[in-house]
């Protein structure tokens, strides 16, 4: 969806917090870990300051060209999806893959389905769905692509990404009625996801999420790297590249290629069954 440029003064703008009230952070004992967060929190300053967009919480679609033909592609896309939903209880949780997830979400209703991750490709994920695949190579900086499953009442608390040297790009997929019983909140501005649309927030704002509904609820979702100017740039790329080797990253890289083995492997035992 598109949201309306932001027209509140400097004064009043929104404010991005470094933590969200009622949510402990993950417990990282490494000092190397330690570290790199110090340095994270240093950057975080230094994006605000210079990012080339300024910092609304939602941005319009039309100050990213490719969003719209993100959006032609929803017929394609939509058709991979359907073939991987065909699965849809054999997928991975979010908090199986990354395991700091389960401050906000210990259920089984928030699944995932990722494409690229922290910008490791999932090579078989990808080979099912080459026309995703394809579109998302049209955004500049990705860094994360996956299909974000929300199923039958599923509520995400309220809550702030880890870092804002990313935007967030939600494409509509399989978007159930009623229109009021599924939206997104980011700062104070509530969102409707619709089929075929682009949503792009900046997930270092609070945010929430819910789907009461009684259906399965699907985005693209895609993190890119934020529009900075320099030195912010700079510095926001070092961070990217070495991001991965910290040990929650590596840990989700390794938990989804453990779950991707497993999964295909199924599939092909399948595939091999010898018929009646």
Known sequence: MSAPAPTTTERNAPEQTFATTGIAPMDRPSAVTRFFMGVVAWAESLNLKYAKLGNPPVYDTATFPWAAEIEKDYPAIRA?????????????????????????STDSRWKTFFLLGFGVKSEQNIKACPNTWAAVQKIPGLT????????????LPAHR?????????????IVPEPRDQIAIRVDKQICHWEEGKALIFDDAYEHEAWNHTDKTRVVLFVDFVKPLKFPARIVNWALMNLAIFTPFIKEGLDNHKEWEKKFYAEAEALRNRPKA
């Open 80 to 104: 991979e999806l359907e073939k991987v939903l065909l699965r849809q209880s054999e997928l991975p949780t979010f908090q199986d893959i990354s395991t700091d997830v389960k401050t906000i």
């Open 144 to 155: 994360t692509a996956m299909f974000s499953i929300f199923e039958p009442g599923k509520h």
């Open 161 to 173: 990404g880890p870092y804002n040297g990313v935007l967030r790009l939600h494409v509509g997929l």
